[in-house]
């Protein structure tokens, strides 16, 4: 069955430091892979996407993430965090074969980060 | 702001009524998919229509239904509520089909008393 799994429920970060959230996936082939944010009470907003090409993605609002496919992680992260960045994260995965565009989502990984 | 909207924003409303909320999608984007996000079950993809046409189909109650207009926006029906139907339901929109980010809208917190 296709999984993705977010292993952290909460990163907590000081600001200016490095941060990290968790994605793996277990989907057949080589699937679309998403990172989206979401701040309480909106609406999830797209960060960034890997469909082919360098393992490294960059997106918005400074984060990135990098694709490895032997390990099937997609983990999101960003050189030095923002107390703004609090928010809940949400890895996405899209199965390749399918015609259709149903994203699967983690349960959501909580950045709080502290001044 | 995605430029997807959603109405109503809330909802509030008794165990075994109906109700229908709306979503327009960007524009110039052909596909829509509606989501649900509770506590318990998480995010779930519920359906998506590509053009007017549904194109997918996920853990989507028998009790709920959707369709696309031809303006492109669309509907999602619930019925016969339950408790359990409690929850935000989100909607979605890409250009098209492959590999295309997803905007989503703000959401319509239902809530089943």
């Known amino acids: 069955a296709q999984s993705v799994a977010q292993p952290e429920d909460q990163v907590n970060v000081a600001e200016g430091n490095p941060l990290t959230v968790k994605c793996t996936y277990s989907?057949?082939?080589?699937?679309?892979l998403f990172w989206y944010v979401q701040y309480p009470n909106r609406g999830l907003q797209f960060l960034l996407k890997?469909?082919?090409?360098?393992?490294l993605v960059k997106g918005s609002y400074g984060f990135e993430a990098e694709f490895n496919k032997s390990q099937t992680s997609f983990h999101l992260k960003k050189p030095s965090a923002l107390v703004s960045d609090s928010a809940l994260y949400f890895c996405?995965?899209?199965?390749?074969?399918?015609?259709?565009?149903?994203?699967?989502f983690g349960q959501g990984t909580e950045l709080s980060v502290k001044p | 702001d995605s430029g997807v909207t959603q109405t109503p924003k809330h909802l509030i409303t008794a165990t075994g009524q109906r109700v229908t909320l709306r979503c327009s999608p960007r524009?110039?984007?052909?596909?829509v998919y509606w989501y649900q996000q509770s506590l318990d079950q998480g995010l779930q993809f519920l359906i998506q229509?590509?053009?007017?046409?549904?194109?997918a189909k996920g853990n989507i109650l028998e009790r709920f239904s959707a369709q696309q207009f031809p303006d492109l926006h669309s509907e999602l029906n619930l019925s016969s509520l339950e408790l359990g139907d409690s929850a935000l339901y989100f909607c979605?929109?890409?250009?098209?089909?492959?590999?295309?980010?997803?905007?989503f809208g703000p959401g319509t917190r239902l809530t089943v008393t």
């Open positions: 979605a929109s890409s250009v098209g089909l492959a590999g295309d980010e997803q905007y």
């Open positions: 989907v057949s082939g080589n699937p679309y």
């Open positions: 890997y469909i082919t090409g360098d393992n």
């Open positions: 996405a995965v899209r199965d390749r074969r399918n015609q259709g565009g149903k994203l699967i």
């Open positions: 524009s110039g984007d052909l596909s």
């Open positions: 229509y590509y053009n007017g046409e549904e194109r």
